[in-house]
């Protein structure tokens, strides 16, 4: 078998590395290739799988991207698949060291004078699409929220849903009228774009919660700074809030964050309490026509020219597999290298998901400071997951190791490539907002949800999301681009699915060169000029993090 093809077959992801990577199933007894040395497979390896390069001994370790990411946990052969039985989660110790780190940055030159149509704030962010917002304090207002986006959203052309309504509609006869419904199969084409009566407001977002009372006081200072920032996000033009009025989270408490946020702070915000309010029908109609006022006033806005360095991008993986730090993440990362080349500002989250990947971020810190504050947020984070009796070694989901990441190091390993290689400007803890260009660690959970929820509150106006198994997950305030690890996955679920890193597997494409096309993605997402699927479906999840036990 030539060269050529075996390259194909499988990668290795690091010179330091002692197992390969699958790129296609590989047959139990088949023999591979790979720099001079032959593999003799004693199992049935299917792509995005990893086997052993040599005979190992239990307690020996693994190194994956370069980083212990397991020790083996009984005699394996070489050519043996990696399971989670033979295999257990290890990472290397980290500490501070004083690390002298030289980055080498991509060219730009291609990029550098390259703009996007945003939406300029008068904080000097800019925007790269136009809500109003609906902010409960409480969830006690979920109700009065979902009475209003049914309004709104029908009427003023934000609706996805009229297909689903049709197809209810028509079982609905068919029983009537004694049919048997298992005939009645309308074909779902797309919801039909209808002109939005307000052509520069992309969207009216609701952030229905469960918090605001009832938990720790902790809880809803924690929630209250978390709706301020959304309140301020760049992408924000407008607010309306709704107060039951007796909750431990007070109307007072969120304006003070927001001012405390933005002493400047100058946006359309109406607020209404129902415990002050004679009926809730008194309120919802209140409401509507407030916002119907602040409305007309936001779509007054228009897109104007912006520089590449005020994009702010928030990187991000979910339904992760073998190939995720093969092919997407990477390229992601270069993406990130690129815009910060151009003085933009790139989020990388997921602490649970750096796990073994926290010495290199350490070294990549720019000033001690921000070293000490990355380990300290790990540790205690850590320490509180071992208090319940689990730990970031338990992040792994079973849909991440059946399709390859057998540890969670090296999940994490891959998760880590989603940031680039540039240095480390700054590290924020939950809800704090990225002031600095450059690469910024932001502390959330790995949970899909929870971690878009604590990027966009930070200030990112684009999240790029990597995924290979698959996942619908958007945010309200915050673009969500779906980025495939490979093409089976973005042909199957093509509704949902923005870019293909597939070709990266195929050997079609290089991870630079799928980094550049994804940032022109990037560029014509932030100008409105293409909509991501999520926007499009109205995925529009929101999970405040209490700093509990998420992983």
């Not at 607020?271 to 919802?284: D, G, K, Y």
Request: aromatic fraction near 8%; hydrophobic fraction near 35%; include cysteine.
């Amino acid at each position: 078998m030539s060269e050529n093809n075996t390259k194909k077959l499988v990668v290795k992801l690091h010179p330091d590395d002692n197992v390969l990577v699958a790129l296609t199933d590989l047959q139990k007894g088949e023999t591979i290739h790979f720099e001079n040395e032959s593999y003799v497979l004693q199992d049935l390896i299917k792509a995005k799988h990893k086997f052993y390069m040599q005979d190992m001994k239990q307690g020996e370790e693994v190194n994956m991207y370069g980083v212990l990411v397991g020790k083996v946990q009984n005699d394996v052969a070489k050519g043996s698949l990696m399971t989670t039985e033979n295999l257990k989660h290890a990472a290397d110790p980290y500490a501070y060291r004083n690390a002298s780190y030289e980055w080498n940055a991509p060219d730009v030159s291609k990029f550098e004078n390259r703009t996007f149509k945003g939406y300029k704030r008068k904080d000097g962010r800019v925007g790269t699409a136009n809500y109003w917002l609906f902010i409960p304090t409480v969830f006690c207002e979920n109700r009065n929220l979902d009475v209003i986006k049914e309004a709104l959203h029908k009427q003023l052309g934000y609706a996805v849903t009229d297909k689903y309504n049709q197809f209810t509609h028509e079982l609905l006869q068919g029983y009537l009228n004694g049919n048997d419904i298992n005939d009645i199969n309308i074909e779902l084409n797309p919801t039909p774009k209808n002109k939005r009566v307000f052509e520069n407001v992309d969207g009216i977002k609701f952030l229905n919660h469960q918090g605001g009372c009832g938990g720790t006081r902790q809880d809803a200072s924690t929630l209250s700074a978390l709706l301020a920032s959304y309140a301020n996000h760049p992408n924000v033009g407008g607010i309306t809030l709704l107060s039951l009025g007796c909750q431990h989270l007070q109307v007072q408490d969120f304006v003070n964050d927001v001012k405390r946020q933005n002493p400047d702070f100058d946006k359309p915000l109406f607020i209404f309490e129902q415990q002050q309010t004679e009926s809730e029908e008194v309120l919802i109609t209140n409401a509507i026509k407030k916002t119907f006022e602040g409305l007309i006033e936001i779509n007054q806005y228009e897109r104007t020219d912006a520089p590449l360095s005020d994009l702010c991008i928030g990187v991000k993986c979910g339904g992760s597999d073998g190939f995720s730090g093969v092919s997407a993440n990477p390229a992601v990362g270069y993406t990130s290298d690129l815009v910060v080349a151009l003085g933009g500002k790139i989020l990388l989250a997921e602490f649970p998901e750096l796990c073994g990947a926290e010495q290199n971020l350490i070294d990549r810190c720019i000033t001690e400071d921000k070293a000490r504050k990355f380990i300290d947020l790990m540790e205690s984070y850590d320490e509180l997951a071992h208090k319940v009796g689990s730990g970031f070694h338990m992040n792994p989901s079973p849909g991440n190791i059946k399709d390859g990441l057998i540890t969670d190091a090296i999940k994490s390993a891959g998760a880590a490539k989603k940031g680039g290689t540039s240095p480390v400007v700054d590290v924020l803890d939950y809800t704090e907002l990225v002031t600095k260009p450059g690469l910024s660690l932001v502390c959330t959970p790995g949970n899909d949800v929870e971690a878009t929820t604590g990027k966009a509150a930070s200030g990112a106006t684009l999240i790029l999301f990597t995924t290979g198994l698959g996942t619908p997950t958007g945010n309200p305030v915050c673009p969500v681009i779906k980025v495939a690890t490979n093409s089976v996955l973005a042909t199957r679920m093509k509704d949902i699915i923005d870019i293909d890193c597939g070709p990266i597997i195929s050997g079609e494409k290089s991870i630079e060169e799928m980094g550049e096309e994804i940032l022109e993605y990037c560029i014509k997402a932030a100008s409105g000029e293409i909509i991501p699927k999520a926007v499009q479906l109205n995925q529009d999840d929101f999970i405040p993090w209490k700093r509990g036990v998420s992983l």
